[in-house]
RNA sequence: UCCUCCUUAGCUCAGUCGGUUAGAGCAUCUGACUGUUAAUCAGAGGGUCCCAGGUUCAAGUCCUGGAGGGGGAGCCA
C-alpha cells in the first residue's frame, strides 16, 4: 500500500479516474448484502462520507468481519462515478487494512441518532459524530478568521497572562493557583495565609480577563487583541456559562464609544460572513438538524444594522412594554435577562447594542460621562444567547480613574501599574470582550455551550 | 446558589390503583436479500429499575436523604 493518503474532502471532488488512491478513516456504517457491501468512511476532514464500495467475494470474510461502525481503516481503490443515489463519486475497494477494530456490542456510538446529554458523558468519542464534527470545524473556523480579521485590520496579538498576581479584575470569583501544601498551610499569626513560601511569593490565581494587561498593549502598539482561556469559578449552572472559556479582547488606542461599536459590529458581521462562505456543509447540516431558521438567521444578522441606543432609552421603552416583567423596570436598574430579551427578540427583533449605562451597575475603569451618571459602557445583546460582547471607552483621566477607584475601596496599591498608563502619555481608548462559545452559540445554532467546546468545564464536571 | 423536572436494556422511552414472569422502538447478534443511503425483512440475546435507608404481606411504583442530569433564574462572556 501507499503511504500518501487523500483527504476525503478532496476524493469527493475528484472526477472519476483510472489511477487507484488511498484514504484512512473511521467506518461509520456499513450495510448491504452478501455480494456488495457499502462502507461509509469519514476522515473528519469534511462531515461528507466517502462510500467506500466492497465486493464481498474479493475480500476475506475476517477482514470484512472487522469492519464494523467505529472501526479505523485504510482503503485503496479507483474512483468511479457512484450508481447508486447520494453522493457523485465513490471508490471501488481494491485493497483493506484494518488498523483499529471496534467492538460494535460495546461501542457507544451507534447508527442512530445520540442525544446531546448522552453525547457529553462520551466527551472523548463525540467528535466522531456528524454533529461534533461540524462543531469543531466550525470552531477551528472562527479561531482562523478572529486572527485573521485582527491581521488583517492592523491589529497584534498580545499574549496576556493566564496566572496573575492581580485580585482586582473584579469580573467574578477566581481559581487559586498555588503550590503550598494543602494539608499543611502556613499562616501568618492572624490566621490569614501565608503566601511567603508559595511559588510566587503571593496569592495568584487563574484570569477572569486579559483586559487591564491588553490596555497597556495597546498603549504601546496602538491595537491589540487577545486571544485566551478565560477561569471564572463561579458556581454557573446555566447553558451559557462555563468555568473555562476563551476571551476575545481586543483593545485600541485612540478609540472612542462609537469606534468600539463600530468595530464590535464589523467583527462580528465578518466573522458570520466567514462562516457562511467557509463552513458550508457544516452549517447546512446544523441548520438541518437542530435549527432550521439558522442560515436565515446568520443571513439577517449580516444584512442588517444592529440597533444603537442608550440604556435610558431602553428602559423607557421596556417601561412602555405591553408585557409583564418579573423584574422591575427602573433608572439604575441592571437589565435582566427578560428585559433584553424583549428589546432583542420582540422590539427591535435584531441586534442590539446598549449604551450609556448608569455607573454603579458598571466595572470602575469605564469611561465617565458629563452627566455624572453614566459611562461609555457597550453591551451587544444578541437573540437567543443575550450578551455576546460586553465593553467599553476606557476612563483615560487619571483623577477619575483614581477617584472612582477610591470610591469603590480598590487599593490603588493592587493596580498601581494599571493607574501610571493613565499618568505616563495616557490616550483615549476603547475595548471590548467576546466570548468565544457565546460567538459558536450563535454561529452554529447550539443550544448549549457545553457542545460547542471539545471538554467542557463546569461546576462538578472536569472529566476528560 | 435558588426554583422545577428527570434518572427503567447499549440508546430513546412506556410501565395503570403498590400485586404474580418489567415492555416497546432503535442498536447488537444470527439468517434472508445482486447497488445500499439512518437499507429492508425474519428471529435471538440483552435489566444493580441511579444510590442508601424506610413504610408494607408485597416497592420500578409510596416516604426520607444523597448523587447525577435537563430547563428556568442569578452571576457574566
Redesign the pocket.
Known amino acids: 500500500m501507499k503511504n500518501e493518503h487523500f483527504k476525503i474532502k478532496e476524493v469527493l471532488t475528484l472526477q472519476p479516474v483510472d489511477t487507484e488512491i488511498l484514504v484512512k478513516g473511521w467506518v461509520r ?1 456499513k ?6 457491501a ?1 462502507v461509509a468512511l469519514n476522515d473528519g476532514s469534511t462531515i461528507n462520507n466517502l ?1 467506500i ?1 466492497v465486493e464481498v467475494s474479493n475480500f476475506s470474510e475476517d477482514l470484512l468481519k472487522k469492519i ?2 467505529g472501526a479505523c481503516i485504510a482503503a485503496q481503490g479507483k474512483i468511479v462515478k ?6 457523485s463519486v ?1 471508490m471501488q475497494a481494491l485493497e483493506i487494512e484494518v488498523y483499529g477494530e471496534c467492538d ?2 460495546v461501542y ?1 456510538l ?6 446531546l ?2 453525547l ?1 458523558e462520551i466527551a472523548h468519542l463525540r467528535p466522531r459524530t456528524n454533529t461534533f464534527g461540524a462543531i469543531l470545524r466550525l470552531r477551528h473556523a472562527m479561531s482562523f478568521a478572529i486572527h485573521k480579521y485582527f491581521n488583517d485590520n492592523g491589529f497584534f496579538y498580545l499574549h496576556t497572562p493566564i496566572i496573575t498576581g492581580s485580585d482586582a479584575e473584579g ?2 470569583a477566581m481559581f487559586q493557583v498555588t503550590t503550598l501544601d494543602l494539608k499543611n498551610i502556613p499562616l501568618n499569626p492572624d490566621k490569614s495565609v501565608n503566601y511567603e513560601d508559595d511559588f510566587f511569593g503571593k496569592s495568584t490565581n487563574l484570569t477572569v ?1 486579559g483586559q487591564l494587561e491588553g490596555e497597556l498593549g495597546a498603549m504601546a502598539l496602538g491595537a491589540i487583541y487577545t486571544f485566551g482561556p478565560t477561569f ?1 469559578a ?9 468555568a473555562e ?1 476563551w ?1 476575545i479582547e481586543p483593545e485600541v488606542a485612540f478609540y472612542e464609544i462609537k469606534d468600539n461599536m463600530d468595530l464590535a459590529e464589523d467583527f462580528l458581521k465578518y466573522l458570520i460572513t466567514y462562516a457562511l462562505e467557509n463552513c458550508e456543509d457544516d452549517l447546512k447540516f446544523l441548520n438541518e438538524m437542530y435549527d432550521k431558521e439558522l442560515i436565515d438567521r446568520l443571513k439577517f444578522v449580516i444584512e442588517n444594522d444592529f440597533q444603537r441606543l442608550t440604556y435610558t432609552e431602553g428602559i423607557k421603552i421596556l417601561e412602555k412594554a405591553d408585557q409583564k416583567f418579573e ?1 422591575p423596570v427602573f433608572w439604575g436598574a ?1 437589565l ?3 428585559h433584553e430579551r424583549y428589546l432583542v427578540e420582540k422590539h427591535f427583533k435584531r441586534p442590539v447594542i446598549l449604551t450609556d449605562y448608569p455607573k454603579d451597575i458598571k466595572a470602575f475603569y469605564m469611561k465617565q460621562n458629563d452627566d455624572g451618571k453614566t459611562v461609555r459602557a457597550m453591551d451587544v445583546l444578541f437573540p437567543k444567547i ?5 465593553g467599553s471607552q476606557r476612563e483615560e483621566s487619571y483623577e477619575k480613574l483614581t477617584q472612582r477607584v477610591d470610591e469603590l475601596g480598590i487599593p490603588q496599591k493592587d493596580l498601581w501599574w494599571y493607574l501610571e498608563t493613565r499618568k505616563f502619555g495616557t490616550a483615549p481608548h476603547a475595548g471590548f ?3 468565544f ?2 460567538l459558536l452559540l450563535f454561529v452554529s445554532g447550539m ?4 457542545d460547542v467546546i471539545p471538554f467542557p468545564r463546569t461546576p ?2 472536569a472529566e476528560f
Not at 457512484?82 to 453522493?87: E, L, P
Open positions: 456504517t450495510r448491504g448484502n452478501k455480494n456488495v457499502f462510500q464500495v464494523t461502525t457512484s450508481m447508486g443515489q447520494g453522493q465513490e460494535p456490542e457507544p451507534q447508527k442512530k441518532g445520540h442525544t446529554e448522552f457529553r469580573a467574578g480577563s471564572r463561579e458556581n454557573s449552572n446555566t447553558p451559557r456559562h462555563l472559556f476571551m423584574f441592571d435582566q435577562s427578560e443575550g450578551e455576546i460582547i460586553g470582550g467576546l466570548g462559545e457565546r443550544a448549549n455551550i457545553r462538578k464536571n
